[in-house]
């Protein structure tokens, strides 16, 4: 076949004029960190999800810490969470000083596997975190009645299921609390941000102490008209509170989810029909319960080929991948500090040998899609390292 000339990313933000339009208005508008406009995209993701609290932060790694932090996890104190997930879901656990303790993944629909997650519940254990992984959610049910028999609280990570649907309920009101990322890569973008959701307004409260100094009162609220600019602090709270510039990106994109994540959708059914029947390709399992899945990542395992070099074989066709993800238990730090290993999890290291995330964004064209699957049936039939 013949080689594209230009380079098909892994991933683009889907940025339109209505963005660029909005960016600007907050830019001129005389108010450019958070204000109006982060008030909307939270009362945006009140109403998207059923939350009773939104939260907007300047991404999903702030909004873990400050959850973490808000819930007084710290040393001494386990979180269970599956091995196969971003570092910085396992990365905020171990800065609090907490021990994360794993559960297995499983190999074909990539989620937490809902027993084994229960099996980890201990008397140390001060909260449970699931991930709904690239698109679909996770099994909840089961993880919210072993998390509600403990007495612990469940934490989401939310940060690929903006439009995540669980047996009829959104992503970000089934645990207690939820974290969304607005990453670039994310199915909406800030261009760096997130958002925290949760039921209870006394943890709503620290939480939004937490992300502004521990200072009791909005700024744009004691600087505006009638308002006074004295204030105390209680307890000292993080910076981490997202600006009007990247709110107002966010307004926008959220006004086009359901559109975006249909496009996602549909370039994701195109890899399906095109890939089904390849040998040496596995593709995404779907989870049995019934869901919607938000399509945030489209991940491949290449059973038929050695998984890094294929990387490289696709790279000279001119198409980039991603890695989502190595398993955290196998990162250094992590083996060296709560002694984990190899063959502690098999389903998340089956899958982390090889997983590959192939392009998925709104702005691709469905020749890409079917581009991309002929280099892959090319590839594959070439018959190189297994
Ligand atoms: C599962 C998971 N959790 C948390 C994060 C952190 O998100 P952010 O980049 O917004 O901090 C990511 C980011 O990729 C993620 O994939």
């Keep these: 076949m013949e080689i594209r000339s230009d380079f098909l990313p892994l991933s683009r933000p889907a940025i339109g004029p209505e963005e660029i339009e909005a960016v600007v208005a907050a830019l001129t508008s005389g108010w450019i960190t958070s204000g109006p406009r982060a008030a909307e995209l939270e009362e945006i993701f009140r109403a998207e999800t059923g939350a009773q609290h939104a939260i907007a932060v300047t991404s999903a790694t702030a909004g873990l810490h400050m959850v973490l932090t808000a819930l007084g996890i710290g040393p001494g104190d386990e979180v269970v969470t599956p091995s196969m997930t971003f570092a910085s879901t396992v990365n905020q656990v171990a800065l609090r000083g907490a021990t994360p303790v794993f ?46 028999k403990a007495g612990v609280p469940v934490i989401e990570d939310a940060a690929h299921a903006v439009g995540t649907v669980y047996k009829g309920r959104p992503a970000g009101a089934l645990g207690d609390v939820a974290i969304f990322s607005f990453h670039p890569i994310k199915n909406i973008t800030t ?27 909005d700024a744009w609220k004691r600087y505006g008209k009638g308002g006074t600019p004295h204030y105390d602090i209680r307890e000292p709270g993080y910076k981490y509170n997202l600006t009007d510039i ?15 994540n249909a496009r996602r959708g549909a370039l994701a059914a195109r890899y399906v029909a095109a890939l089904s ?42 198409v980039g991948v ?34 590959l995330s192939l392009p998925l ?25 297994a």
Aim: net charge negative.
């Design 246 to 260: 990247q709110a107002a990106l966010g307004v926008v994109q959220m006004k086009r989810v359901r559109e975006l």
């Design 361 to 385: 964004f709104p702005g691709m064209a469905d020749g890409d899609v079917d581009y991309v699957c002929a280099a892959i049936r090319e590839i594959l039939s070439s018959g190189a390292p």
């Design 322 to 355: 991603g890695l989502h993800f190595p398993p955290c238990h196998l990162l250094t730090y992590v083996r060296e500090r709560y002694g984990s290993k190899p063959g502690d999890f098999p389903g998340a290291e089956r899958a982390g040998e090889r997983i």
């Design 103 to 148: 559960a297995d993944n499983d190999y074909h629909t990539m989620q937490v596997i809902p027993e084994a997650l229960a099996e980890k519940i201990g008397p140390r254990t001060k909260a449970v975190m699931p991930v709904h992984f690239a698109g679909p959610p996770a099994d909840m049910d089961p993880i919210i009645l072993a998390a509600a």
């Design 277 to 318: 029947g390849v040998s040496g390709i596995d593709l995404p399992g779907v989870p049995a319960y019934a869901h919607e899945d938000s399509h945030h990542l489209f991940i491949v395992k290449i059973t038929g080929h050695d998984r890094d070099a294929f990387i490289g074989r696709l790279a000279d066709y001119n």
């Design 191 to 217: 261009g760096e941000g997130g958002m925290i959701t949760c039921k209870d307004g006394e943890l709503a409260n620290k939480l939004r102490l937490l992300r502004f100094h521990g200072i009791e009162r």
